[in-house]
């Protein structure tokens, strides 16, 4: 990912970087990047790590972040942009902030998070870096040098993820000493990020104390660590000094007992199903159980079914189904459905995703897998009438468009195929890639009069789109 998200950044950034007429700074802390250029540069790296396998495309955690997250921003006094977090499999501990308010958060972290609280402090202080607009100043600083500029930007990426080849990557670039100096955030800054942090977290509902507690665990393991300090705290210097400046704001603040959502146990739980290998997932919930040594009993449950599943062993699993359900969750009907899907029971697992649907009608994972398991089980018609109801009510969702235009592959209408992939390639801003779409759609020989005026009419409208982007760069 490094060197190709590197080269990536050259070509998007490079005339992004060349198309700004940045005005003279003087001594004003106005960062003379747009919001609006902020947010476009950051959509162009989203895209790129979207495509990213470590990107965790999974709607159950991807939605828990996202949530968490914007429960922070919700108690923000100066965010005034839109945030999305999301998920990177990557076993490191990490969070980090992207131009543009997309804030990505390594599983690594949120397994080795104690409490919600924890999460929500570090999630908070990323939120502090944006809306004090800290990475607007830090490209800007750099705007003086085109080339220091885009190397910093991918590097203050990369260093998300931590590996030898960043470094190599730095060096590719022969100015890895003055990229490093470029990379971290302020000692100011970081304190300016704690403080509003913690206004967040605390109107939020956490306990501001599960700030200090992580960074300290933090600080505490880098003494551990042989390869040098986690990830984290190469990007976000923490001294002492810093953990004394959260503790004395703590302090004054009255004692509070925040419990962790539901929510929290399981995701994590499913992480850690997911994580090393498949038995030793089993062995890990089984000892738990066992033991008793879980902070919450239903999401050892959760997490030794969803090994089961991974096992294959599907019969034990089963078993293990009647003392879970008892917890009301979309989570947990979801494991439900799953293990149906993963035995091959087609007719229970249909038959699963439609109860739960009932219950948790806005379910993604729930569509997910329904929607799955009709075109497997060859019901393909059914699918694309499940997409159509859905997209009612969002209408831009990408995914139900991809999905869309499985369903068409899986019933042999190619025309219809490519439109849907056009479609969803709209909405993710890869106007190319869309025309491309319509034009192999053209040219599948099939459909009427009408349907192929259509696509000529879209094909006509995105073109004249791209101009109009063409003209503002
Ligand atoms: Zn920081």
Known sequence: MFQRLILLCLLLCAP???????????DTSAAAISPGDERRLGENIMREIRRDPAYLDDPEVADYVDKLGNRLVAHSDSARQKFEFFAVRDPQINAFALPGGF???????????QSESEIAGVLAHEVAHVTQRHIARMLDQQSQSQVLSIAALALAILAARSDSQVGEAAMAFGQASVIQSQLNFTRENEREADRV?????????????????????????????EGGAPSYLRTHPLTFERIGDIQNRIEQKPYRQ???????????????AESGTASDAVAFFENSLQERKFLSE??????LVASLIRARD???????IPALVKTESPIIATLECRLADAAGETDRALDCYQRARRVHPGYRALFDGHFAQLVQSRRAT???????????????????????AKAHAALGNRLQQHRAQGEAYVRTGELGAAMEQMQF??????????QLSAIEARLRELRRLQAEQNRKR
């Open 298 to 303: 239903a999401a050892s449950r959760y997490g």
């Open 16 to 26: 992004w970087a060349a198309a700004q007429r940045l005005p003279e700074l003087g």
């Open 258 to 272: 925040v419990a962790d959502s539901l929510d929290f146990h399981l995701i994590r739980a499913k992480l850690r």
């Open 197 to 225: 942090g913690l206004q967040m977290l605390d109107g939020a509902g956490f306990d501001p104390r599960g700030m200090a507690g992580f960074f300290e665990r933090l600080q505490r393991a880098t003494r551990l660590y």
């Open 441 to 450: 759609a053209l040219k599948t020989g099939e459909g009427d009069f009408y």
């Open 314 to 320: 599907f019969g034990r699993a089963r078993r293990e």
């Open 382 to 404: 059914e699918a694309l009438q499940l997409i159509d109801t859905r997209l009612r009510s969002e209408p831009n969702d990408p995914r139900l468009y991809r999905q869309q």
């Open 103 to 113: 804030i990505g958060v390594h599983t690594g972290l949120i397994l080795a998070a």
